[in-house]
């Protein structure tokens, strides 16, 4: 015993820093699983505020593609009101009013690293909270993993646990959407089924089962599939519809009966939360 | 000025800067310079090992905390300041250093310094992006990524220290 804590003293800077290096790599690991992350990401609005002041700054010198992002999606709007204008006294009015839209601004964002999260300037406070989904003027861009009063932190679509639930739109095939590849405008649709040929431009769009996201909004394009000589479930590439590079408003999707649903289907957890 | 005060002013700019502009900077996806390590780098020579260690932690937990890393700087950082002593044995055996004296450009000369700095740098950005792939395949192109982005932020620290190295003692 003696010889042991001779040894540990004599080797204390080795000792040390094997210590800090496991307690930095477990950190480390237990961040990378999904459900983890949900509970170990601290948001605080100290963090919120560095990064307003700096998008403050920097926010002047991207007005103009800010703009005309919301130019075109004033548009896509408008061609879509006429469409639902009909409905309104059916199903579908009633139906839309499931979901509630917060608009938010953008402070941080990262595009290249191999898990990337937004913040955004909408809290607890706006009635943010944990596993909301969040979608851009053009699809859908992540899922709020953590609050703070006035800030909330996003897993985005490019992070490797941010798997969603999607249909092919032509189809209605079950898909699911991933992000395996280092570039932030291409991801990958799994689990094909083997039968199912998709062609370039093939739309994918959320599934709606994930009591998350509603239906049919907008993910992204098909680029490529190769069909693969085996039977089993296939890959594909697609583009995101969302343009995570230049990420300036998006709108935080409130889920009404997301309680109620959740209940159905698992009572057991949603008691014991 | 008390060397504890220089140094943790050190630590809030060197921070400030990485944070608020360079964790910014996205150049093609390859290189992020990651020069906060240069508040690891300019420690006293004699600094007391495990309080270098304990330092390499701290600041690497700063980093995370901006980034949503929990960890992966840490770990980064850590292993930097566990190298460190033996990279100065390595180059600067021969010279003696007083009680409080850093390692700075003055002293140890341009070469001297860059070579210490891009060991060190080339080391940290080594586990650093493969820890952060882990999962990706493209074992290369990280290779690529972590000699790109060393030489990097070699660089700005190497201006960093040119423009503000002479006031430092």
């Known amino acids: 015993m003696r010889n042991l804590f001779l040894f540990l003293k004599k080797n204390q800077f080795f000792v040390i820093f094997v210590v800090i290096q496991l307690v930095s790599l477990s950190l480390l690991f237990n961040s990378y699983s999904y459900h983890k992350s949900l509970s170990f990401n601290t948001v605080s609005d100290f963090r919120g505020m560095v990064f307003s002041s700096y998008d403050a700054i920097v926010d002047y010198f991207y007005l103009r593609a800010e703009n005309e992002a919301l130019v075109e999606e004033n548009a896509r709007l408008r061609s879509q009101q006429s469409v639902v204008f009909p409905d309104q006294d059916s199903v579908v009015g009633i139906q839309d009013t499931l979901y509630q839209?917060?608009?938010?601004?953008?402070?941080?964002?990262?595009?290249?690293?191999?898990?990337?999260?937004?913040?955004?300037?909408?809290?607890?406070?706006?009635?943010?909270?944990?596993?909301?989904?969040?979608?851009?003027?053009?699809?859908?861009?992540?899922?709020?993993?953590?609050?703070?009063?006035?800030?909330?932190?996003?897993?985005?679509?490019?992070?490797?646990?941010?798997?969603?639930?999607?249909?092919?739109?032509?189809?209605?095939?079950?898909?699911?959407?991933?992000?395996?590849?280092?570039?932030?405008?291409?991801?990958?649709?799994?689990?094909?089924?083997?039968?199912?040929?998709?062609?370039?431009?093939?739309?994918?769009?959320?599934?709606?089962?994930?009591?998350?996201?509603?239906?049919?909004?907008?993910?992204?394009?098909?680029?490529?599939?190769?069909?693969?000589?085996?039977?089993?479930?296939?890959?594909?590439?697609?583009?995101?519809?969302?343009?995570?590079?230049?990420?300036?408003?998006?709108?935080?999707?409130?889920?009404?009966?997301?309680e109620e649903q959740q209940q159905l289907i698992n009572p057991e957890q949603s008691s014991n939360e | 000025m008390s060397n504890t005060i220089k140094h943790s002013i050190y630590f809030l700019l060197i921070m400030a800067l990485q944070v608020l502009a360079l964790n910014h900077m996205n150049l093609g996806g390859y290189l992020n310079p990651y020069v906060y390590v240069l508040f690891l780098l300019v420690l006293p020579v004699h600094i007391n090992k495990s309080l270098l260690l304990l330092l390499g932690f701290a600041t690497g937990l700063c980093m995370d905390y901006f980034g949503n890393t929990l960890g992966l700087h840490a770990s980064a950082s850590v292993l930097l300041a566990f190298m460190r002593p033996s990279v100065i044995q390595l180059f600067f055996k021969n010279l003696d250093f007083s009680e409080r004296e850093s390692p700075m450009i003055s002293r140890v000369g341009f070469m001297g310094f860059l070579k210490y700095t891009f060991i060190l740098v080339f080391l940290h950005h080594l586990l650093l992006f493969y820890l952060e792939v882990l999962s990706f395949t493209d074992g290369l192109q990280t290779l690529l990524a972590v000699l790109l982005s060393s030489l990097l932020s070699t660089a700005v620290i190497m201006i960093l220290v040119l423009i503000f190295g002479s006031r430092k003692t």
Do not use: C
């Open chain 1, 101 to 258: 839209y917060v608009a938010a601004d953008v402070v941080s964002n990262t595009v290249h690293r191999r898990n990337n999260f937004i913040t955004i300037n909408k809290g607890k406070l706006s009635g943010v909270e944990k596993e909301m989904g969040v979608i851009s003027g053009s699809g859908v861009a992540g899922i709020i993993i953590g609050v703070s009063d006035n800030y909330a932190l996003i897993m985005s679509l490019l992070h490797q646990n941010a798997i969603i639930s999607a249909r092919i739109k032509k189809n209605q095939h079950l898909v699911n959407v991933a992000w395996k590849t280092r570039d932030h405008t291409t991801g990958m649709v799994i689990d094909i089924p083997s039968h199912i040929q998709l062609f370039e431009g093939d739309t994918i769009v959320s599934s709606g089962n994930s009591l998350i996201f509603p239906k049919d909004i907008m993910i992204g394009t098909i680029i490529d599939h190769q069909k693969s000589a085996s039977k089993g479930l296939e890959e594909a590439t697609m583009k995101f519809s969302t343009e995570f590079n230049r990420l300036g408003h998006v709108y935080i999707i409130k889920n009404q009966h997301k």
